[in-house]
């Protein structure tokens, strides 16, 4: 019984592929031609990928029942007097006992002061980027319009609808009690623009993304780059030397290719290099200013994926990441070598972190850097350590890797 239903749900997605055609989506921190590759293996009933479709489907699923989020949900304002503008809390920072009021806050690195989720817009933000990706791959892999309908009401209510939307800008974002209402270190809150921008691209042949809506996305996008790109708080965080800085230009180089201004995403992208890897990577693979934290297994694994993500993203205009290296050996493959071994969950972090880093980001830095790089001993830990798809990873699917 239980192979007549398979059947009949793999004959459903073959006709529904069919009648999308064979269209390859204009994605841009996913591989298209791999996500081509992936769905028509799917259909075609291979093994590898079974569990991991399961795995997106069943999240999917739950997103369905998920109420969309808005600006207008919180119940703190910035200090514009504006509902509509993004706000949230600095994460790290604490009241200062020593005063009556706690103010100005203090900073206790690492350690998340839980007010940062009473009435911010930070992790809705955040739910709603990675629901658009998640719903848009679900689309992609199924062809089940519920999927796109849902990511499109996200969507809408979050940027478009002008009673719920969000002014494009974070001005008045990771505000710090007592000491600023917001500012360029903010605009780390926004990275997950990235899976957003791609899970729209997914959705794009559905008609539950009319014209119309993708044009008043656009618009949306476009005048958030602006800002991003001008604003002095904008300013402040692409010269941030860290994780900041680098996911500065994921943001600024993802926006730039989607709304098809090619020369500046190729400009951020030169400057990369030097800018970043030549100063953020030691000879030994080492990021000190990433080590210099207290979770500095996260943070390190943090940068490295906004540094892997600009690899990629250089790909759509000709500038190859994966081949620079200073002469004393500063490179994104010695980057990868420092952290790759502590895939092993035995295998101890040479620092005592404050919170244990979640491992499992690990595989699909490997699984990208492999595409450049023949590793063998790399290829041994992805097979090692993989484990089974858990909620929220999709590399699987969206790698040439299928393991």
């Known amino acids: 019984m239980i192979s007549v239903l398979r059947l009949a749900a793999a004959l459903l997605v073959v006709g529904t592929v069919a009648a999308r055609g064979a269209q390859v989506p204009r994605t841009f921190g996913l591989r298209a031609e791999v996500l081509v590759a992936a769905r028509n293996r799917s259909v075609e009933g291979d093994p590898r990928l079974a569990d991991p479709v399961t795995q997106l489907r069943a999240e999917a699923d739950a997103l369905l029942k998920l ?70 791959l679900a689309y992609w892999f199924t062809g089940d319009e519920r999927y796109a309908q849902k990511s499109a009401t996200l969507l809408r209510v979050w940027f478009l609808d002008p009673a719920t939307r969000m002014n494009p800008n974070l001005q008045y974002a990771q505000a710090i009690t007592g000491i600023n209402d917001g500012r360029g270190i903010g605009i780390i809150d926004s990275h997950s623009i990235v899976a957003l921008i791609d899970g729209l691209a997914l959705i794009a042949t559905s008609s539950a993304w009319p014209a119309n809506d993708s044009v008043a996305l ?36 993802d926006l730039a290719l989607a709304l098809g201004r090619t020369d500046d995403a ?30 500095s297994l996260n943070y390190s694994l943090f940068n ?19 081949k620079f290296s200073t002469p004393d050996g500063r490179n994104l493959r010695t980057a990868l070598a420092y952290v790759a071994p502590y895939m092993n969950p035995a295998k101890q972090w040479p620092k005592q972190d404050i919170e244990d880093a979640d491992r499992t980001r690990i595989p699909p830095l490997l699984a990208e850097a492999l595409r ?3 590793d063998a001993g790399w290829s041994e830990l992805l097979t090692k350590y993989s484990g089974p ?10 790698s040439s890797d299928a393991r």
Not at 304 to 322: M, N
Request: hydrophobic share 35%.
């Open 389 to 398: 798809p858990v909620r929220g990873e999709h590399w699987r699917l969206t």
């Open 67 to 136: 109420k969309p989020a808005s600006v207008m949900d919180k119940n703190r304002v910035a200090a514009s007097g504006d509902k509509h503008d993004y706000f949230s809390l600095a994460t790290y920072w604490w009241p200062d006992p020593t005063k009556p009021d706690g103010r100005p806050y203090i900073r206790h690195d690492g350690e998340k002061n839980p007010e940062i989720k009473l009435g911010t817009d930070h992790e809705a933000f955040v739910r709603t980027c990675n629901s658009v990706e998640t719903l848009g």
């Open 372 to 374: 450049h790089n023949s």
């Open 304 to 322: 490295l994926e906004a540094l892997v993500t600009l690899a990629r993203l250089g790909e759509h205009v000709g500038v190859d990441l994966w």
């Open 218 to 253: 656009h618009t949306w996008m476009s005048d958030f780059y602006v800002w991003l790109t001008t604003s002095k708080n904008g300013l402040d965080e692409a010269a941030a030397e860290n994780n900041h800085g680098s996911w500065w230009d994921v943001q600024a180089v």
């Open 266 to 295: 190729k400009k951020i992208l030169a400057a990369v290099p030097e800018k970043r890897i030549a100063r953020q990577i030691e000879p030994d693979g080492s990021q000190p200013l990433e080590l210099s934290r207290t979770k």
